[in-house]
């Protein structure tokens, strides 16, 4: 593989890993009020969650850059106070990648914190435990497997999203132009078919890996915690 092929490839499994690092605590965060959470607008909140894994992946990229382009409502923010550009950055890849793979995440955790016995964090509360201790220390430990396979899954998810990342982030060599985004450009290119076939096997390989990890260890998890 050439220099530029193998740039691409660590682009990916950073943008990746940021992009779980960025989702996770807030899928976390989301599971469990959609969990133990009764409120108006719930059902709302449900399905705005889950919007991007029925939207097409170009309309999310839209959508982003409606949000959080140079004059969208949060961008044109975030440049004036901040001077912040998501658009068309690495920065901007990340929160595509994460938007993309939030549903996947959210949907592990909420598996995870449906299978806990409510009984427990009750018991803890009649004790005298508040709702923090409770989570920290009951919801938190017994959620872990679903967790780590939400965090798994969402990498390997996170490595083959296309439509929103050139949407929103555009295909930069060196800085926003991951695995797929390569591939792409290979093909439109006069004999770039080997150089696709070689990313394509690597990227078969990083998602087949990734989805193995997560079978593994979320086995190994509820085994350690009698599940």
């Known amino acids: 593989m050439s220099a530029d092929e193998w740039t691409a490839v660590r682009l990916t499994l950073d943008i990746a890993a940021r992009s779980v690092a960025f989702g996770l605590p807030l899928a976390v965060l989301a599971a469990f009020l959609l969990v133990r959470g009764r409120f108006p607008g719930r059902a709302l909140l ?25 004059n969208g409502a949060v961008g044109a923010w975030l ?23 939030f549903p996947l995440m959210l949907r592990a955790v909420r598996l995870s914190l449906e299978g806990i016995d409510p009984g427990l964090e009750q018991a803890a509360r009649t004790l005298g435990a508040g709702w923090l201790d ?18 798994v899954v969402g990498f390997a998810a996170s490595l083959g999203e296309f439509g929103a990342v050139i949407t929103f982030a555009a295909n930069i060599p060196g800085q926003t132009q991951t695995l797929p985004l390569a591939i ?3 093909l439109q290119s006069p004999g770039g078919e080997a150089t696709a076939a070689r990313l394509s096997v690597v990227a078969v390989v990083l998602a087949l890996a990734g989805l193995l990890l997560a079978e593994a260890l979320g086995r190994r998890l509820r085994v350690r915690l009698g599940r």
């Open 46 to 70: 449900d399905a705005l969650a889950h919007l991007p894994l029925v939207l097409p992946p170009v309309v999310v990229g839209w959508l982003l850059l409606l949000i959080f382009g140079r």
């Open 79 to 101: 440049d004036a106070w901040f001077g912040i550009r998501l658009v068309f950055t690495r920065a901007g890849a990340v929160l595509a990648c994460a938007v993309m793979v």
């Open 184 to 186: 792409y450009t290979a």
């Open 134 to 151: 409770r989570f920290v220390t009951i919801v938190l430990p017994l959620a872990a497997p679903g967790i780590l396979v939400a965090a």
